[in-house]
């Protein structure tokens, strides 16, 4: 199981004297770091008192599936992280469906409250078979015993279900059904969009840790598990982005971030870009950082190699040119 919980880099203003001290040297074009890489939400009301409206009697979802089996649950599998344009990052199953929470259930202690044909319409995810999502802490997942003796998986001591009406990957129906249930981050929060970044930076990134990739090695991602990457034509003496424009559209700029919940980086260096654009740009070891807007998920590293000017980031901030 793999939950890494994102961790953060202070933020440190740049000013125009940089002594030449500063910042380490260009890296060389042929750098390779041998040794690797999910969570962020907008939060609905917490509202809705009676039990039937709870579990999905609204008139956009109403009724119940009557050929679920509560008693057939389903694992999970390897979860995973994907983005959702309105809730952010949302924690699915290997089958790319929506897991939800039930403000109705307790997670310390972990109890679900929804039985009957309440779990009919919420099919609970049994435990047993599942593996954490890349960027995710595997400690944030557990599993309750149900009151008829069956155990089912909790993240962060949330018991989570599946919704009978989400039909395909990606959808997420069952979100604020009731005014009770939500999607489920990856740290067991209900998902919501985060806020963007002060200063115009293009997404609230919140940390900057190190995951693992059996390709890649240890690399470095951002608080929602996406991949970090360099750009070649950059520096880091003096520190200047060559990526502006149309560039920054397809590879958004990795905002400020709070050194004190860093976690498996080198700290050296970590100064702010004030770019000329108006956006604040973390960097590592004095280079500009990014992440790539066609990385859907946690995990992804289609950013990779683009051009042959783009590369993930290793912990000591060097590009990783493995292919």
């Not at 520190?239 to 905002?255: H, I, L, R, T, Y």
Request: glycine fraction near 14%.
């Amino acid at each position: 199981m793999g939950i890494k919980r994102g961790t953060t880099l202070a933020a440190v203003a740049v000013v125009a004297a940089l002594t030449a001290t500063a910042c380490g040297g260009n890296d060389t074009a042929g750098d390779t770091t041998k040794p690797v890489g999910a969570v962020a939400a907008s939060q609905a009301p917490d509202s809705g008192d009676g039990y039937g409206a709870g579990y999905g009697s609204d008139a956009a979802a109403s009724g119940t599936e009557a050929d679920a089996d509560p008693d057939a649950a389903e694992p999970a599998g390897q979860l995973a992280v994907t983005q959702d344009d309105k809730l952010g990052s949302v924690l699915t199953d290997s089958a790319g469906l929506t897991l939800y929470r039930f403000d109705k259930d307790t997670a310390k202690p972990s109890k679900s409250a929804c039985d009957g044909d309440c779990a009919k319409t919420w099919p609970v995810v049994a435990a047993g078979d599942a593996t954490a999502a890349a960027g995710t802490d595997p400690a944030l997942l557990g599993e309750v015993v149900r009151t008829d003796g069956s155990k089912q998986l909790t993240v962060a001591g949330w018991p989570v279900y599946r919704y009978s009406k989400d039909a395909e990957a990606g959808d997420t129906n069952g979100q604020g059904v009731g005014g009770t249930w939500f999607a489920a981050a990856p740290d067991g929060k209900k998902a919501a969009k985060a806020a963007a970044a002060p200063g115009g930076a293009d997404r609230a990134a919140g940390a900057l840790t190190v995951a693992e990739d059996p390709k890649l090695g240890n690399h470095i991602v951002d608080g929602n598990g996406m991949t970090v990457y360099r750009f070649k034509p950059d520096t880091a003496w003096p520190m200047v982005s060559k990526c502006e424009g149309d560039c920054v559209a397809k590879w958004p700029v990795v905002p400020p971030v709070d050194r004190a919940d860093t976690k498996g980086i080198i700290e050296k260096n970590y100064l702010v870009l004030d770019r000329p654009d108006g956006k604040k740009q973390q960097t590592v070891n004095c280079w500009p950082v990014y992440t790539f807007t066609g990385d859907k998920k946690a995990g992804d590293i289609n950013g990779q190699g683009v051009g042959g000017t783009w590369y993930a980031v290793a912990p000591d901030g060097k590009l990783i040119t493995v292919q």
